[in-house]
């Protein structure tokens, strides 16, 4: 949960006429600290973060002075059942998309699965190793592990992606996920068997270099 504090706008910044709601929250609940506070426009409400579930990157990028209660809570009710993966997930889409408001920020909550997220890849190699080893995509075999070329697997996979690297590992735009609307097990599948072909092409020529 988030906890928020409200306050009348015209109220100085240090006034101890602070109501404190948590996150998410029911439309009544809201309404109700409102009242409390003497706030009848949620325009003239200023916010304060005292605790806060977000990953840092979306704190960091909220603006609490600006950014609307309701528009908070719809956020805080996108992300209230995510993983431990989810949140460094969408901590590093924020990183990557620069959004400006918890609105904009709600939109990249509900589409986490347009993203690819390898978290803990900082350089092509990382990122390779990731994608042929725990992705769950390919049929990784560590009896092969020396043979894989995973520094030209990676930059291989990111000439075709809108991605970049964050604190949090590497994450980029799911290109084929975009094409079609959603996730296509079909390309999956093809993705899966071709990798499949090629390794046991390199294998049979002493490398895996993908």
């Known amino acids: 949960m988030t906890a928020v504090g409200i306050s009348p706008r015209q109220e100085p910044e240090n006034s101890k006429n602070v109501t404190w709601v948590y996150l998410p929250a029911s439309k009544g609940q809201i309404e109700r600290a409102m009242q409390r506070s003497g706030i009848a426009d949620p325009k003239d ?11 840092e990157e979306v ?9 609307n209660i309701h528009e908070l809570n719809e956020l805080a009710l996108a992300v209230e059942k995510f993983s431990i993966h989810d949140r460094k997930k969408l901590g590093a889409a924020v990183s990557m998309a620069k959004p400006e408001n918890a609105s904009q920020i709600r939109r990249l909550a509900e589409n986490m ?11 092509p190699e990382e990122y390779g190793k990731y994608m042929i080893q725990r992705s769950g995509h390919f049929e990784y075999d560590p009896n092969l592990d020396e ?4 520094e030209r697997y990676g930059l291989q996979h990111m000439d075709y992606q809108s991605g970049v690297f964050t604190d949090r590992g590497y994450i980029a735009y799911d290109a084929e996920k975009l094409r079609c609307g959603k996730g296509s097990q079909r390309g999956l599948d093809e993705k899966r068997s071709g990798f499949t072909e090629v390794r046991k092409q390199k294998n049979e020529e002493g490398v895996l270099d993908l």
């Open 113 to 123: 699965d347009l993203f690819e997220f390898a978290p803990g890849a900082h350089t």
């Open 59 to 67: 704190d960091v990028a909220l603006d609490f002075r600006c950014d």
């Open 147 to 150: 043979f894989y070329d995973y």
């Open 45 to 55: 409400m200023r916010l304060f973060m005292a605790d806060s579930s977000f990953p």
